[in-house]
């Protein structure tokens, strides 16, 4: 609704932080102590500051001061390769030629293209974040949640929710609930039945309110901090969070454990697997730990029994991880292992059931090494809120804040129920360029706090406490003065920091660098086919191969390794794998896939995506009693599902079974019967090695090519004849097998094509500054550069 010019009141505000009103009262006693008569003052002459020394002139106008060009070269004096330091008048050339096609850019007027200023906006925006957070604090927070992670809590907790935008009298009343809570608990009321009665925490009735144990970073700010500080055994006073007030309980303290590694055997069971599926999963994992016990070693049942697939080829290894990072059933099961090689009885997680085998422990890394990533975590995660408030003190008092109290709240009490569901859409009216506030002096209208609100809503979810529209709207406004307080100071970031300054005018520097390069020299040469080919005819004696071999080469810990490549590679591609995938397995009757199949069979669609040489054997087979089409119609299904996702039949074969499974035995035979199972192999050598190598990614490497002397050190060690010869070099044993020698021959175009086009860059570059020092003659001050030298 339009808002009459007479509500506006203007007053000195500040939403994040108190007034400073000392300056009035300061120049009243001032003038208090003047005398009345007046006294003749000279004013003093305007100081003129001398001009800065300039080393170089490009053109007519363009100059470039002593300290522009010595910071510059400061910053880059270690040469491309980083081990020689460039000479002042080494890096003088450098600096004039990236100067010159900077001016050149300018001059045809790169610098003023919309694109040019959408691109620096982008980098002038990731560049301005470090200086609007405070650094010192970052770093005081990093090293507070290094400290906590030295220790983990376990505490249990009661949720009165409230929203984050509660009115002061709703705050008030969830405040009072917490507070009465919390003295029940105190007279010795057990925590579990209150929590199973109050709490908002919808796990609440099934833990009890327990939070289980956690560190740093896994809990929001406040409830981490009230866990830390809480002593053990007592109850916290309430503390606020966004979801509400808590109560908490720390139930106890331990040192950090560290991490873990250890690999899995997984058996997946779906959520929406057949009612047998459980059953089957149990018996599938009994057998793979049976197999453990009987001394198979865990890779080799891991790739025959486990559904992860992003894991089963590598031994089942997962990334190392910490208290409160993965499932409390798996956790457990993980810290317990004593020594490295235990091996664990199944254990069932929401996701299946599995076996462990412990890898290492891992003790917590140390501050330096851990730095880094913590100051990335505080900026981040809801420590970021603490940072940004710190940020909002500090330059409410730089940039004064003037509020129109009566304005603003005509304008909050414009919200209605839509603002709730995200759908609110204000009006636009005469009064809409009204001030609302100003920041530093600048007039910030009513409109642009409208346009930020309807931009920013979001539809609250459901079951979320209830909130007026106004109170939300209020926040946003919250929000608004502050973004508006952080865009203030971001563009002032070139008159306050130099360095960013300077930092901005290099990136300035090498976009338009970029720029001008693509487009006189990378584009054209590589379009120019022509200028291409005629560079090669006038350099063609630069272009020549020498001798080489044609050779494969495997290198491995031991023999055995190679031996076992050779038996695989020995017959025609493709080359089995001995790599499957976990079978599918049917109802009676039934040859369509399920969701629960559909989901299998996504992992082998993912295999066959990552691995294009990779052909896979599909096998179905079905029971005696079933139609003698039945396994034919689930291969046919199978087929059509990976075809559809793009998998070309070539690289698909079918082997239909029937009725015969010469390996299926016992109670389990019929059931066992009525499946499709999957088999890679793969038409690349290197697959195979990579398959034999295993875990151990170093155990065995095949590489295969033409080398020259001095390209391969297993080559070299050779005879070049060919043949197959084998030597141990550097502890590890080489074959190396020679199917041919090439003879040292001229390269043809095409083969020397990219060497041939970075030598015609290089040219066309040198044409480029060639015009460019003939158009902006170079002057340099010999006497200011040899000062700078000294």
Same mark, same amino acid.
């Given at each position: 609704?339009?808002?009459?010019?007479?509500?506006?009141?203007?007053?000195?505000?500040?939403?994040?932080?108190?007034?400073?009103?000392?300056?009035?009262?300061?120049?009243?006693?001032?003038?208090?102590?003047?005398?009345?008569?007046?006294?003749?003052?000279?004013?003093? $002459?305007? &100081?003129?500051?001398?001009?800065?020394?300039?080393?170089?002139?490009?053109?007519?106008?363009?100059?470039?001061?002593?300290?522009?060009?010595?910071?510059?070269?400061?910053?880059?004096?270690?040469?491309?390769?980083?081990?020689?330091?460039?000479?002042?008048?080494?890096?003088?050339?450098?600096?004039?030629?990236l100067?010159?096609?900077?001016?050149?850019?300018?001059q045809?007027?790169?610098?003023?293209?919309?694109?040019?200023?959408?691109?620096m906006? *982008?980098?002038?925006?990731?560049?301005?974040?470090?200086?609007?957070?405070?650094?010192?604090?970052?770093?005081?927070?990093?090293?507070?949640?290094?400290?906590r992670?030295?220790?983990?809590?376990?505490? +249990?907790?009661?949720?009165? %929710?409230?929203?984050?935008?509660?009115?002061?009298?709703?705050?008030?009343?969830?405040?009072?609930?917490?507070?009465?809570?919390?003295? =029940?608990?105190?007279?010795?009321?057990?925590?579990?039945?209150? $929590?199973?009665?109050?709490?908002?925490?919808?796990?609440?009735?099934?833990?009890?309110?327990?939070?289980?144990?956690?560190?740093?970073?896994?809990?929001?700010?406040?409830?981490?901090?009230?866990?830390? *500080?809480t002593?053990?055994?007592?109850? +916290?006073?309430?503390?606020?969070?966004?979801?509400?007030?808590?109560?908490?309980?720390?139930?106890? =303290?331990?040192?950090?454990?560290?991490?873990?590694?250890?690999?899995?055997?997984?058996?997946?069971?779906?959520?929406?697997?057949?009612?047998?599926?459980p059953?089957?999963?149990?018996t599938k994992?009994?057998?793979?730990?049976?197999?453990?016990?009987?001394?198979?070693?865990?890779?080799?049942?891991?790739?025959?029994?486990?559904?992860?697939?992003?894991?089963?080829?590598?031994?089942?290894?997962?990334?190392?991880?910490?208290?409160?990072?993965?499932?409390?059933?798996?956790? %457990?099961? %993980?810290?317990?292992?004593?020594?490295?090689?235990?091996?664990s009885?199944?254990?069932?997680?929401?996701?299946?059931?599995?076996?462990?085998?412990?890898?290492?422990?891992?003790?917590?890394?140390?501050?330096?090494?851990?730095?880094?990533?913590?100051?990335?975590?505080?900026?981040?995660?809801?420590?970021?809120?603490v940072l940004?408030?710190?940020?909002?003190?500090?330059?409410?008092?730089?940039?004064?804040?003037?509020?129109?109290?009566?304005?603003?709240?005509?304008?909050?009490?414009?919200?209605?129920?839509?603002?709730?569901?995200?759908?609110?859409?204000?009006?636009?009216?005469? %009064?809409?360029?009204?001030?609302?506030?100003?920041?530093?002096?600048?007039?910030?209208?009513?409109?642009?706090?409208?346009?930020?609100? =309807?931009?920013?809503?979001?539809?609250?979810?459901?079951? $979320?406490? $209830?909130?007026?529209?106004?109170?939300?709207?209020?926040?946003?406004?919250?929000?608004?003065?502050?973004?508006?307080?952080?865009?203030?100071?971001?563009?002032?970031?070139?008159?306050?920091?130099?360095?960013?300054?300077?930092?901005?005018?290099?990136?300035?520097?090498?976009?338009?660098? +970029?720029?001008?390069?693509?487009?006189?020299?990378?584009?054209?040469?590589?379009?120019?086919?022509?200028?291409?080919?005629?560079?090669?005819?006038?350099?063609?004696?630069?272009?020549?191969?020498?001798?080489?071999?044609?050779?494969?080469?495997?290198?491995?810990?031991?023999?055995?390794?190679?031996?076992?490549?050779q038996?695989?590679?020995?017959?025609?591609?493709?080359?089995?794998?001995?790599?499957?995938?976990?079978?599918?397995?049917?109802? =009676?009757?039934?040859?369509?896939?399920?969701?629960?199949?559909?989901?299998?069979?996504? !992992?082998?669609?993912?295999?066959?995506?990552?691995?294009?040489?990779?052909?896979?054997?599909?096998?179905?087979?079905?029971? &005696?009693?079933?139609?003698?089409?039945?396994?034919?119609?689930?291969?046919?299904?199978?087929?059509?599902?990976l075809?559809?996702?793009?998998?070309?039949?070539?690289?698909?074969?079918?082997?239909?079974?029937?009725?015969?499974?010469?390996?299926?035995?016992?109670?389990?035979?019929?059931?066992?019967?009525r499946?499709?199972?999957?088999?890679?192999?793969?038409? !690349?050598?290197?697959?195979?090695?990579?398959?034999?190598?295993?875990?151990?990614?170093?155990?065995?490497?095949l590489?295969?090519?033409?080398?020259?002397?001095?390209?391969?050190?297993?080559?070299?060690?050779?005879?070049?004849?060919?043949?197959?010869?084998?030597?141990?070099?550097?502890?590890?044993?080489?074959?190396?097998?020679?199917?041919?020698?090439e003879?040292?021959?001229?390269?043809?175009?095409?083969?020397?094509?990219?060497?041939?086009?970075?030598?015609?860059?290089?040219?066309?570059?040198?044409?480029?500054?060639?015009?460019?020092?003939?158009?902006?003659?170079?002057? &340099?001050?010999?006497n200011?550069?040899?000062?700078?030298?000294?």
């Amino acid at each position: 609704m339009p808002i009459p010019l007479s509500l506006i009141s203007p007053r000195n505000y500040s939403p994040f932080g108190p007034q400073l009103a000392a300056a009035g009262l300061f120049l009243t006693l001032l003038s208090g102590c003047q005398s009345a008569k007046p006294v003749a003052v000279t004013p003093p $002459a305007p &100081v003129v500051p001398a001009p800065k020394p300039v080393v170089l002139t490009l053109g007519q106008n363009r100059t470039i001061t002593s300290d522009e060009f010595f910071d510059s070269f400061t910053k880059n004096q270690l040469s491309s390769d980083t081990t020689q330091r460039t000479d002042m008048r080494g890096y003088l050339e450098l600096y004039t030629n990236l100067k010159l096609k900077v001016l050149a850019a300018e001059q045809a007027g790169r610098d003023t293209t919309e694109a040019f200023r959408e691109e620096m906006a *982008t980098y002038r925006k990731q560049l301005a974040q470090p200086y609007l957070t405070d650094k010192g604090l970052v770093e005081q927070l990093a090293n507070e949640a290094y400290q906590r992670m030295q220790q983990e809590v376990n505490a +249990s907790h009661i949720l009165i %929710a409230l929203a984050e935008e509660a009115l002061p009298a709703d705050t008030l009343k969830a405040y009072g609930q917490a507070i009465e809570l919390r003295n =029940r608990l105190l007279k010795g009321e057990a925590f579990n039945t209150l $929590a199973d009665q109050f709490s908002a925490d919808p796990t609440a009735r099934q833990n009890g309110g327990t939070l289980g144990w956690f560190t740093a970073f896994q809990m929001v700010y406040p409830v981490e901090t009230a866990a830390y *500080t809480t002593p053990v055994g007592t109850i +916290s006073m309430p503390i606020r969070s966004k979801f509400g007030y808590h109560v908490l309980r720390v139930n106890d =303290r331990r040192p950090s454990r560290g991490k873990v590694q250890v690999a899995h055997i997984l058996v997946r069971v779906s959520p929406s697997a057949t009612p047998n599926a459980p059953i089957e999963a149990k018996t599938k994992i009994d057998e793979a730990y049976a197999k453990l016990q009987a001394g198979e070693p865990f890779e080799a049942v891991c790739r025959a029994y486990s559904d992860d697939v992003q894991s089963k080829n590598a031994g089942g290894k997962l990334p190392p991880f910490a208290t409160g990072q993965v499932v409390p059933a798996l956790e %457990a099961a %993980a810290f317990a292992l004593p020594t490295p090689g235990s091996i664990s009885p199944p254990v069932q997680t929401n996701y299946g059931w599995h076996i462990l085998k412990l890898i290492e422990r891992k003790p917590m890394e140390s501050f330096a090494e851990l730095a880094p990533a913590l100051r990335q975590k505080v900026v981040t995660d809801t420590r970021a809120e603490v940072l940004r408030q710190a940020t909002l003190t500090r330059l409410s008092r730089e940039y004064p804040i003037t509020e129109y109290a009566s304005v603003k709240q005509s304008v909050l009490a414009t919200a209605d129920s839509s603002l709730l569901q995200g759908k609110w859409k204000p009006a636009i009216t005469d %009064a809409s360029g009204q001030p609302l506030l100003t920041i530093d002096g600048k007039t910030v209208p009513i409109s642009a706090f409208l346009a930020y609100a =309807r931009q920013k809503q979001t539809p609250r979810r459901d079951g $979320a406490p $209830a909130v007026a529209p106004a109170a939300v709207l209020e926040k946003l406004y919250t929000r608004f003065v502050g973004d508006q307080l952080l865009a203030t100071e971001e563009a002032n970031l070139e008159r306050k920091y130099p360095d960013f300054r300077n930092l901005l005018a290099e990136v300035r520097d090498g976009v338009l660098l +970029s720029q001008v390069m693509e487009e006189q020299v990378w584009e054209r040469s590589m379009a120019d086919s022509v200028g291409q080919k005629a560079y090669y005819e006038a350099h063609r004696a630069n272009y020549n191969y020498p001798e080489r071999v044609a050779a494969t080469i495997a290198v491995a810990q031991d023999k055995a390794l190679i031996d076992q490549l050779q038996s695989r590679l020995s017959g025609p591609a493709p080359y089995a794998l001995r790599r499957s995938a976990p079978e599918l397995r049917y109802e =009676r009757n039934q040859t369509m896939l399920t969701s629960a199949a559909r989901d299998q069979l996504f !992992d082998v669609l993912v295999a066959m995506v990552k691995n294009p040489a990779y052909v896979l054997e599909v096998t179905g087979s079905h029971e &005696v009693t079933e139609a003698d089409s039945a396994s034919a119609s689930r291969i046919r299904n199978v087929v059509k599902y990976l075809t559809t996702n793009g998998i070309t039949l070539s690289r698909i074969t079918e082997k239909d079974l029937r009725a015969f499974r010469p390996a299926l035995t016992g109670a389990n035979a019929t059931q066992s019967a009525r499946r499709v199972t999957f088999t890679y192999a793969s038409t !690349d050598k290197l697959d195979v090695a990579r398959v034999i190598s295993g875990t151990a990614t170093d155990a065995l490497v095949l590489t295969e090519g033409l080398f020259a002397k001095g390209q391969n050190p297993y080559v070299d060690a050779v005879a070049w004849q060919v043949g197959t010869q084998t030597k141990t070099v550097n502890n590890r044993v080489a074959q190396v097998q020679i199917t041919r020698i090439e003879p040292a021959r001229p390269k043809t175009f095409a083969e020397a094509r990219g060497a041939v086009i970075n030598e015609y860059q290089a040219q066309l570059e040198k044409q480029f500054l060639a015009t460019l020092r003939e158009k902006y003659p170079v002057q &340099v001050n010999e006497n200011e550069l040899k000062r700078l030298v000294k």
